[in-house]
């Protein structure tokens, strides 16, 4: 029998990590490319890597996207059926104080691939998905962004994954490449990096509760946000390069709730009460009730989340909600976990972390 291969750049990120799972469930060979780093970045992956029920199905290789040999070579050796273009500088607050690196890595990146594989001539065989974003829509032209909304990119970060969108949508008409774009809302999980915020919370309240750190700093608590989860969102990813031919995408919950929401359902889940007082750069949230016992380092009254204009950015995605109503048509596909299950999952594994590493 023969198996697919599938390549994934940014492996050893959050959507990478669920991906080489999800595709190994379903018999792909699966290679990864990983960066050169001066410490280890595979934390996300080596539980895989371990797997011998994974050997010689699963395979690691350096390379980075900005190093145009590296991905002819891997391409050309690997002759992947599907790549999935995950690598990118993806922290849009980043990117306003990395706007040069940003770009390069997120937009000539993607266009080094595409060429790679255009190169190796597998242009008529490798399948190629590119992860585009609702920061796309930025300043948002409809109440709900769907696949036929006007986007207006409004940080470093989102022009640079503009550009990929076009041209993987370029190289799709250029060259009758099997090129998507996959436009994906914001989705988390208990992998996602530790600097975005819904992961930040959810932390950093585990940190709080067991004394580590005494205060949560959060920049604009009322930007709306549609959150899903990374582990469902993937199979989307894959469904995109599964459809008959290749398009665009947009997956979303059709929900929408702000960071304050999102801060207020981590604290109902751990049973802790607190209230919201201040306006602007001075409003924080205390603590008005909590059980002692289970709780023994909180304090009645504790300021226990303050607002920072550190993070602030200079131009504001205000308001992001998608409607997902072509892929759930065509694709059939609908978002299997909600916000509160999503809290759950972030919060029980953040709570279980802090405590293993308190205790060393
Ligand atoms: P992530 O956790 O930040 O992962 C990014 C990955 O890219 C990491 O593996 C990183 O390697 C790698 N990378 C960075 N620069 C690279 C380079 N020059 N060459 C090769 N690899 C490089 O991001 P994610 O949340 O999984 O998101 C995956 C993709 O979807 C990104 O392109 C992101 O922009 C896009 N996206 C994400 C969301 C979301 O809500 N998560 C929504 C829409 C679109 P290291 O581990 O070494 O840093
Ligand atoms: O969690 P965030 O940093 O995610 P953001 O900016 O929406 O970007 C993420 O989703 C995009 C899809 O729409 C992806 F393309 C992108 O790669 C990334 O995965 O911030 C969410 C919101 C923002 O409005 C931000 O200003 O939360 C606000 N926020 C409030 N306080 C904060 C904080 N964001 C961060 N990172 N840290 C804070 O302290």
Redesign the pocket.
Known sequence: MKFKKALI????????SYLAEFLLKKKYIVHG???K?SSF?TSRIDHIYENKTYNNKFFLHY????DSNSLTNLISKIQPDEIY???????VGVSFQLPNYTSQ??SI?ALNLLHAIYDCGLAKKTKFYQ?????LYGEIQETKQSEKTKFYPKSPYATS?LFAYWISKNYRESYEMFASNGI?????SPR??ETFVTRKITLGLSKIVYGLEKCLYLGNLYSLRDWGH?RDYVEMCWKVLQYKKPDDFVIATEKQYSVKFFVEQCFKYLDIKIKWQGKGLKEYAKIVHFDIKKYPLLKKNMKIVKISKNYFRPNEVNNLIGNANKAKRLLKWKPKINIHQLIKEMMDTDLELTRKSNLK
Not at 9 to 16: E, F, L
Not at 63 to 66: F, H, M, Q
Not at 131 to 135: P, V, W
């Open positions: 750049t940014g492996i050893t990120g959050q959507d990478g490319i990983k960066r780093s970045n390379g980075d996207l900005l273009n995950f690598a990118a500088q993806s922290h890595v997120n990146g992860a585009s974003t609702s920061e994954k994906l809302f914001n989705h988390e996602r990096g990374a």
